[in-house]
């Protein structure tokens, strides 16, 4: 069964305005990843954050992870049009020699 | 000095044929995967190898065979294609296996069977 769903499915934000996508679990994870797909094209990692952390920055991208909670958040600050992609997050599972991935957030950064 | 790349990048193919799609990957890792993005974006794993060792078969279609001629290759062959094979097939690798690390993927083979 599917591991990660993403929330919201689409959203539509103005050029210089912070996006924030959420995506929940629902078993124990290793890790959890960030991806991003532009339109026709494959994945590309984000960001990694383990299970242990709470918080991850790279560039204009903040990850926050709630094990508790079994959430994480991405969010893409200073957003440009360049961002328009889905986002995807990724679970790693312990025992389980696999990635699980959600289903996915459209974003999409108006000029 | 693509890191994961795929071959053909569009396959468009009649109902019952048997077509190949080729991954190759010149990062020096060691795991490489198949996996099937359909229509509604949902991205789901079909197979892993590591180091040519088939260690994810998720349920599949046995008319779908991967094959690893080295760590550096996988490819997929569907047999007797049909309607609902038609999806984006993506590569990827990662450096070891079990350890659900970061991975790389090819750009897609987009398939489409009529």
């Known amino acids: 069964s599917q591991q990660g769903e993403e929330d919201p499915q689409a959203l539509s934000i103005q050029e210089g305005e912070n996006a924030t996508m959420n995506c929940s679990y629902k078993?124990?994870?290793?890790?959890l990843q960030w991806y991003r797909q532009n339109s026709g094209r494959g994945l590309v990692h984000l960001i990694l954050?383990?299970?242990?952390?709470r918080e991850k920055h790279s560039g204009r991208l903040r990850v926050t992870l709630d094990t508790s909670k079994k959430s994480s958040s991405l969010l893409i600050t200073a957003s440009r049009a360049a961002d328009t992609a889905s986002y995807f997050c990724a679970t790693g599972n312990f025992g389980n020699e696999k990635l699980t991935f959600g289903t996915g957030t459209r974003l999409t950064i108006i000029p | 000095d693509t890191a994961v790349s795929q071959t053909p990048k569009y396959l468009v193919t009649q109902m019952g044929n048997d077509k190949s799609i080729k991954c190759e990957q010149n990062?020096?890792?060691?795991?490489m995967y198949w996996y099937k993005q359909d229509s509604k974006k949902f991205l789901k794993i079909m197979f892993s190898y590591n180091n040519k060792e088939l260690i994810i078969n998720e349920t599949v279609p046995n008319r779908f065979s991967p094959k690893s001629p080295d760590k550096a290759h996988l490819n997929l062959h569907i047999n007797s294609l049909e309607l609902g094979d038609s999806a984006v097939y993506f590569c990827?690798?990662?450096?070891?296996?079990?350890?659900?690390?970061?991975?790389?993927f090819g750009p897609g083979t987009r398939l489409l069977v009529l």
């Open positions: 078993t124990s994870i290793n890790n």
């Open positions: 990062l020096g890792h060691d795991t």
């Open positions: 990827a690798s990662s450096q070891e296996r079990g350890r659900q690390e970061t991975q790389y």
């Open positions: 954050i383990r299970s242990n952390e």
